[in-house]
Nanobody, 125 residues
Framework: QVQLVESGGGLVQAGGSLRLSCAAS????????MGWFRQAPGKEREFVSD????????YYVDFVKGRFTISRDNAKLTVFLQMNSLKPEDTAVYYC??????????????????WGQGTQVTVSS
């Protein structure tokens, strides 16, 4: 069974930065793509970014391009999301997820089969 544990969330002022981490255990971490999603109050969970098993393919949704950076350390079984220039609209619970294979294509929840419990990110104006 795969376990994903996020950390690094918190309260930050607009323009600030946070670095989220997601530590994995279970099946071979280095064989699967990893993604970050978020869910704001009253909204559906949405895709933010993902990274292929080796890091050779990275994708960001438009509203975080240039501000967020995803990375992974396969030796440490961890995926990261560096978030800079945070805005109040980035406030959400952030979830990491492990994909069903080494790459993803649709960037939807259906491509992921394991999820973390989420970490709260709150950006004040």
């Amino acid at each position: 069974q795969v376990q994903l544990v996020e950390s690094g969330g918190g309260l930050v002022q607009a323009g600030g930065s946070l670095r989220l981490s997601c530590a994995a255990s279970g099946r071979a971490f280095s064989s699967y793509a990893m993604g970050w999603f978020r869910q704001a109050p009253g909204k559906e969970r949405e895709f933010v970014s993902d990274i292929s098993y080796s890091g050779d393919s990275i994708y960001y949704v438009d509203f975080v391009k240039g501000r967020f950076t995803i990375s992974r350390d396969n030796a440490k079984l961890t995926v990261f999301l560096q978030m800079n220039s945070l805005k109040p609209e980035d406030t959400a619970v952030y979830y990491c997820a492990q994909a069903r294979g080494p790459y993803t294509s649709q960037k939807t929840e259906h491509e992921y089969d394991y999820w973390g419990q989420g970490t709260q990110v709150t950006v004040s104006s």
